[in-house]
């Protein structure tokens, strides 16, 4: 397995995902990580008991949830997945009509196939977020409407690769529903003490206060949610199990930068 820095901390979320796959309290239930796991020649070991193993099953259950909710209103819309690394959301949330595109780095997109062929309706992109012309490949298969899922991707851009992004993604997407995590200065600071990120190469670059940083730039986005990991929406809280509620209610009484200052958005295109 050949990754790129960054495009290795994509083997964080899915470590998370297959040790929750393991718990009877399980939040995603997502065998098909454990799967992955067990077929990939990695130390996973490195990121064993780390807190943010369980704070990457909630911001990927958070950003299930919006998915959700658009296939719900839209059973025959598109689904593109930005910096899709080994996520496999597909596999928990298909539901049969909607289309499906998995973009990422070359790298990740060969590590992809070998686990995930392409079908009528689920296609693998190989290029960056920021290349113009990845949005035609989309838009000639599928007429919308669109969910752009942005998880854990822009924030390793620095804030000039973000901007150029967002305004890409706002130009071939007009009106999409895009979901996005954003990180503040504070947390950007410190990363080198983040449990996580310490153990690998890469680190974010692009420190954003909150999503209203969008508006100002693109005049017209719609900031329809943002939430922290200690504060859900409250229909997503309560299908929790009670040690993760449990766990979160005591992370809302700290009230601790690192985590009140990485932030789950989603946003309306202008």
């Given at each position: ?20 796959a ?13 799967e992955?796991v067990?077929s990939?020649?990695?130390d996973?070991?490195r990121?064993?008991?780390l807190?943010?193993?369980t ?6 259950a958070l950003f ?5 909710g658009?296939l719900t ?17 597909y596999e928990?949330?298909d ?9 990422d ?10 686990f995930?062929p ?6 693998a992109?190989?290029a960056?977020?920021t ?11 599928s ?16 804030e000039?690769?973000a ?14 529903l895009?979901?996005l ?5 504070a947390?950007?600071a ?9 153990k690998v190469?890469?680190?974010m670059?692009w420190?954003c ?6 508006a ?7 900031v329809?949610?943002s939430?922290t ?10 299908e ?15 009230q ?5 200052e990485y ?7 202008p």
């Open positions: 397995m050949q990754l790129g820095s960054v495009q290795e901390t994509l083997l964080i979320p899915l470590y998370g995902r297959a040790v929750d393991r718990r009877k309290d399980s939040v995603l239930g997502d065998t098909r990580a454990a992955l067990a990939l020649d990695y996973f070991t990121f064993d008991d807190p943010s193993l704070g990457a099953v909630l911001r990927t299930d949830h919006w998915v959700s658009f209103a839209h059973p025959a819309g598109t689904l593109v997945e930005l910096g899709a690394g080994l996520n496999t959301r928990r949330l539901n049969g009509t909607a289309h499906w595109f998995d973009l780095l070359p790298d990740v997109t060969a590590l992809r196939r070998t995930v392409d079908t009528p309706r689920r296609t992109i190989a960056s977020v290349e113009a012309a990845w949005p035609d490949i989309v838009t000639a298969r007429a919308g409407p669109y969910f752009l899922a942005a998880e854990a991707v822009l924030p390793f851009l620095d000039a690769g901007r150029h992004a967002i305004g890409l993604l706002s130009d071939r997407f007009p009106g999409a895009l979901a995590d954003t990180a503040g200065p947390f950007i410190g990363q080198d003490h983040h449990d996580a990120l310490s190469d890469a680190r670059r420190a206060a909150g999503p209203d940083q969008l100002q730039w693109f005049p017209g986005i719609d329809l949610a939430h990991l200690s504060t859900p929406p409250t229909k997503m809280y309560e929790l199990p009670v040690a993760h509620r449990q766990l979160l209610d005591g992370l809302a009484a700290q601790l930068p690192q985590v009140e932030r789950l958005n989603l946003v309306r295109l």
